[in-house]
């Protein structure tokens, strides 16, 4: 009795973890969505430094199978539905952040419905594909961290990268008073996401400390929010007031001093946080620009631009 091929598609993926070299084009089975999850046709992949770190090892995946696709994010339209969905249709244009065994640079995913949402109208499918995690994350770190509030003082630290340039804006949106470090050429782009350009400081020719402290009266950031780790990170201490809160990306182990309370926040994915900031989008609250995009044969140069890329702008993985 003969029994039926199994359907394939493109996808890239690593064969082993290592370097940029590992990233090879895979003809692999097209995935089947288990109860609960959907099948996504993927029509674009965001590329992070996290999926870099997941390449080489430093983003450990439990019970990793290889060839491993790699893929945090991603934006496409609902393919099937697996058994018990009732969130989605069939169709359905959405975005999605999530953990999975197999990641998003491929034709085909399959995701728990939980961690996807209908995709942003106002954004096209290489937008939307480039803002789940850092929105996401984001919105988890001044929200529900920082519990930040109308008219504090936030510090942010690494305005101009991907969490930064969402944590401006959301926290415009609260109603919070933002000051943000960045390269002075990455200003005008800041200013254009509501940024005063009074409040935006050059970390490499500035007192950054300092500098905060002389915006707030010399009192310090009521809160902060620090994706960039290392020396900035204990600049970022000294930034903020006593009895302050800082949200912290990168795992940097901060001496608590001055009865600062030090939050090290992990992202959770999540359809019902990708609804709020969906709404956030829509109503042009929230802006995302897409600085290149790569088709799928060049992921890897994907991830080499990521990993040399400095200053604002996404960088997205064209999966049409």
């Not at 996807?116 to 954004?123: C, R």
């Not at 500035?206 to 009192?219: C, N, P, Y």
Request: aromatic share 6%.
């Amino acid at each position: 009795m003969a029994h039926a091929v199994a359907e394939k598609m493109r996808a890239v993926a690593i064969g082993r973890l290592g370097g940029l070299d590992e990233l090879k084009m895979y003809d692999l089975p097209k995935p089947e969505p288990a109860v609960g999850e959907v099948l996504i046709r993927v029509r674009a992949a965001g590329v992070g430094i996290w999926d870099s770190k997941q390449r080489a090892g430093e983003r450990p995946v439990q019970d990793v199978q290889f060839p491993l696709v790699l893929g945090a994010e991603c934006a496409g339209d609902i393919e099937q539905l697996g058994g018990g969905v009732t969130s989605l249709r069939d169709k359905d244009a959405v975005y999605t952040y999530f953990n999975g065994k197999q990641g998003a640079y491929a034709q085909y995913v399959a995701v728990k419905a939980e961690y996807v949402a209908l995709k942003p109208a106002s954004l096209s499918y290489l937008e939307a594909a480039s803002v789940p995690v850092v929105a996401v994350t984001a919105h988890q770190a001044l929200v529900d961290d920082l519990k930040l509030r109308a008219n504090e003082w936030l510090y942010v630290a690494g305005g101009a990268g991907g969490v930064g340039t969402m944590a401006v804006q959301i926290a415009g949106g609260i109603g919070a008073h933002v000051i943000a470090s960045a390269r002075a050429e990455d200003f005008d782009y800041l200013e254009s996401l509501g940024v005063l350009r009074a409040n935006l400081i050059d970390y490499e020719r500035s007192d950054i400390a300092q500098a905060v402290r002389d915006l707030t009266g010399g009192r310090g950031a009521d809160a902060a929010l620090d994706a960039v780790g290392g020396d900035s990170a204990k600049t970022t201490i000294r930034a903020v007031k006593d009895g302050g809160r800082i949200a912290e990306l990168t795992g940097a182990d901060l001496p608590q001093e001055r009865k600062i309370t030090i939050i090290h926040t992990q992202s959770k994915p999540g359809a019902a946080r990708l609804d709020t900031l969906r709404a956030l989008f829509d109503a042009g609250q929230l802006k995302v620009h897409v600085s290149r995009s790569f088709p799928l044969e060049h992921a890897r140069a994907a991830q080499e631009a990521v990993e040399q890329h400095h200053g604002p702008g996404e960088i997205v993985i064209s999966v049409d």
